[in-house]
């Protein structure tokens, strides 16, 4: 059975840094690319980084490039996410997904539980 | 960026009917889209990928549809346990993007 869990969420305050972690399970890590998407209190879901199988290709989005790192250890079947500069609106339910291809096609095939990243004072 | 306008934003459906939420995204994605579902407080989960293809396990009363810029999930013949939000997502380009939501309750 696949499983994603994260931790690292927790209360930060603004400009401060936090590291996620995603410990994956169930499957050959190694094999496949790896994203974060969150999602703001009450809000709609948010792409923030995936990286490829072996941590070679990495993309970001806007809002987060030069603060946000994705990251990935293989022998320890281990995602990451270091947050630096962070800001109020990076409060959010992290999630770690892994990626599935198919003929060119991609999606979010597995989601972890998720964790709460509150940015405050 | 590809934007993703989903509708109706709220949708509520009596048990038995179909149902039926919209993705127009800015232009066209060649179905590089999927659809995922999420319950209250709980993760999402994959419904629909590759536009039409249904992912194991999921109900077959859930079907996709659509091309280019224009698609589409059905429910066909809402149960309760469907009452939940749904979302579009295209993979086509970086920014990965979402469509904002539909929130389907039952009438």
């Known amino acids: 059975e696949v499983q994603l869990v994260e931790s690292g969420g927790g209360l930060v305050q603004p400009g401060r840094s936090m590291k996620l972690s995603c410990a994956a399970s169930?499957?050959?890590?190694?094999?496949?690319?790896m994203a974060w998407v969150r999602q703001a209190p009450t809000k709609g879901l948010e792409w923030v980084a995936t990286i490829s199988y072996d941590g070679s290709s990495t993309y970001y989005r806007d809002s987060v490039k030069g603060r946000f790192t994705i990251s990935r250890d293989n022998a320890k079947s281990t995602l990451y996410l270091q947050m630096n500069s962070l800001r109020s609106e990076d409060t959010a339910t992290y999630y770690c997904?892994?990626?599935?291809?198919?003929?060119?096609?991609?999606?979010?095939?597995?989601w972890g539980q998720g964790t709460l990243v509150t940015v405050s004072s | 960026d590809i934007q993703m306008t989903q509708s109706p934003a709220s949708l509520s459906a009596s048990l038995g009917e179909t149902v039926s939420i919209e993705c127009l995204a800015s232009e066209g994605i060649s179905n590089d889209l999927a659809w995922y579902q999420q319950k209250s407080g709980k993760s999402p989960q994959l419904l629909i990928y590759?536009?039409?293809r249904l992912q194991d396990g999921v109900p077959s009363r859930f079907s996709g549809s659509g091309s280019g810029t224009r698609y589409s999930l059905k429910i066909s013949g809402m149960q309760p346990e469907d009452e939940a939000d749904y979302f579009c997502?295209?993979?086509?380009?970086?920014?990965?993007?979402f469509g904002s939501g539909t929130k389907l309750e039952i009438k």
């Open positions: 590759a536009a039409s």
């Open positions: 997904t892994r990626e599935e291809t198919y003929y060119g096609y991609n999606w979010f095939a597995y």
């Open positions: 997502q295209q993979s086509y380009k970086y920014p990965l993007t």
């Open positions: 169930g499957f050959t890590f190694s094999n496949y690319g």
